[in-house]
């Protein structure tokens, strides 16, 4: 910003700048829009200010959960979930994700009723309120898409003209040949009016996730003021959920549209603007290609984005006993200037994302992580390419299981060594670290919730009782070596800025056994190594000292799934 800009002003000319990508034939839509959004962020600037959000560093990490993934009897679930993470987890991680918790039909919370309210099932906004004063908190927006139930849907086939132009009903005119799909399910769903008429409605996910019209300025208000509401509600971070579907144009794919970047340009330069270190991080589960071009320039589009090429490439790696594929795609990493980074997970509440790993796993090497999560319980999903063909969309498994194998799977502390192994390459690498509750706890999955479901994600979805959670981590060596392998590292990372989200990082090449990085400046660096190769492994060529020990060391053998992070003199 110049000298002698006013925030308003450089919000102004950015909202512009984006309008005019959104309605270019119009300019008089978007010069309204344009004056919408300003006032909206207006009536806003009180609440926001009040907020706090720390800057992330070396000391920042996330914890993946539902509302409701810890239950007790008689408590609200948010309420358990603050217990859990001040007497469990502790310090060791810096953020808390929540997954929707709002009212929802469908797809474990991914079918929004209302954006606004909390599912009261799980506590209410009283609750959230609490969990902020301890925790940094991000919300889900599930802007794409909304429930069947919601009123938004409910007031469109009523009639309500509020509501008019909310959705997408693609006529003849409209050319969907080449739209890509994350779903095996018809494009489009009928449903009937109150009128009687039926009427054709696009559906992305499903039919009980309808689709908004993301290029009517109303909806863009409407999303714009939910987004603004979390963040009033204590949001540091917002997650934007399937958001490369989010525009629409016919003949065109429908997924990474100039529209859909233009949008979350306009949330960026809001949230720069009202509230400052706010962080938007987008899910785009596709290619790596894809993923990365909503980095943006750096500085005017996400602050993050997830890393989907990183679950099946480590998975791979250990499976393979060979760390050359993950390490070529660690070494071809590149972020734009301006401050961006990689939100880093192996695990989530979905699957296995298989489409990041096209361009990077040969068709065999993809097989094989399908055969080894089917060797241990699990299950692949699919997905409808554009030119019809299905193919591998995910992999549904807890992750833990599909790392150990079969050959690993009743010993449980070598289950935990190669966990804690996994995620010691997680930590090692540039950007933040993110843990699925799951992961963290060392579950295994729950078959039997998957099959009763139907539901193939809920093989990692299971709720945990908080007090026989307790008492697991006490007489249960998988979740206990798991949690404390994973602190510890948390802990040390958090002391040292060779492991800031924007430290600088080069991959190692001290062969195919072993995965190796440096990060940090010249004079101040780290090497962090993790045996990926089943066998022992000596390296003779470091020296330094072991951050994790305080040793010295020159040479070191690393035994099976064994790492090193150690500081170079």
Not at 412 to 434: F, K
Not at 520 to 530: D, E, F, L, S, Y
């Amino acid at each position: 910003m110049s000298p002698g800009t006013t925030p308003s002003v450089a919000l102004d000319a950015r909202l512009r700048q984006q309008a005019s990508t959104l309605f270019p034939t119009q300019p008089e839509i978007a010069e309204a829009l344009v004056g919408d959004l300003c006032a909206l962020v207006d009536s806003y600037r009180g609440y926001l200010a009040a907020r706090i959000r720390p800057v992330m560093d070396e000391t920042t990490s996330y914890f993946i959960t539902y509302g409701d993934s810890f239950t007790r009897e008689g408590q609200a679930p948010l309420r358990t979930l603050g217990d859990v993470l001040s007497h469990i987890v502790g310090d060791a991680v810096s953020d808390v994700h929540l997954l929707p918790m709002f009212p929802w039909t469908s797809d474990d919370g991914f079918a929004v009723v209302d954006h606004r309210e909390i599912n009261p099932a799980l506590g209410n906004w009283d609750d959230v309120e609490t969990l902020s004063r301890d925790h940094v908190l991000m919300f889900d927006f599930v802007a794409n898409h909304v429930s069947a139930s919601s009123h938004w849907f409910k007031g469109a086939l009523s009639g309500d003209p509020l509501y008019t132009d909310y959705f997408i009903s693609p006529g003849p005119d409209f050319d969907t040949s080449r739209v890509v799909r994350p779903r095996t399910t018809p494009l489009t769903h009928h449903f009937t009016r109150q009128d009687g008429t039926t009427v054709s409605v696009w559906t992305t996910f499903g039919p009980d996730q309808i689709d908004v019209n993301a290029s009517s300025p109303a909806v863009l208000l409407n999303l714009t003021d939910v987004l603004l509401g979390y963040l009033a509600r204590g949001a540091t971070t917002v997650r934007l959920d399937a958001i490369g579907y989010l525009c629409k144009e016919s003949g065109t794919t429908c997924i990474h549209l100039p529209s859909t970047h233009a949008v979350i340009k306009m949330w960026r330069a809001i949230v720069d603007d009202a509230a400052p270190g706010t962080r938007i991080l987008t899910e785009t589960n596709v290619p790596h290609a894809d993923n990365i071009t909503y980095l943006g320039n750096g500085d005017d589009e996400a602050h993050m984005v997830y890393q989907f090429a990183l679950p099946p490439l480590v998975l791979h790696t250990f499976v393979s006993g060979n760390s050359e594929k993950l390490s070529a795609w660690a070494a071809s990493l590149e972020l734009p200037e301006g401050g961006a980074t990689w939100f880093n997970f192996l695990a989530s509440h979905d699957g296995v994302g298989m489409r990041p790993a096209e361009r990077l796993l040969s068709e065999a090497e993809r097989e094989k992580l399908v055969e080894r999560v089917v060797a241990v319980g699990g299950a692949a999903s699919f997905a409808t390419a554009a030119d019809g063909s299905q193919g591998d969309y995910e992999l549904n498994v807890s992750y833990l299981d599909a790392l150990a194998g079969p050959a690993l799977a009743h010993d449980p502390e070598a289950v935990a060594r190669r966990a804690v192994a996994a995620h010691a390459i997680l930590m090692s690498l540039e950007g933040v670290p993110a843990f699925y509750y799951h992961s963290l706890f060392g579950s295994s999955h729950d078959v039997d919730g998957m099959r009763d479901s139907g539901i193939n994600r809920r093989i990692n979805r299971e709720r945990l009782d908080a007090d026989t959670l307790l008492e697991e981590l006490s007489s249960s060596p998988r979740r206990s070596l798991v949690l404390e392998g994973m602190k510890q590292l948390l802990r040390i990372r958090s002391s040292h800025r060779q492991f800031s989200p924007y430290s600088p990082q080069s991959v190692l090449d001290l062969g195919p056994d072993v995965f190796a990085v440096r990060r940090g400046n010249p004079g101040q660096t780290v090497i962090a190594v993790v045996n990926i190769s089943g066998h022992p492994v000596h390296l003779t060529s470091i020296r330094g000292r072991n951050i994790v020990n305080a040793k010295a060391i020159d040479g070191a053998t690393l035994p099976v799934d064994g790492y090193l992070w150690l500081e170079e003199e």
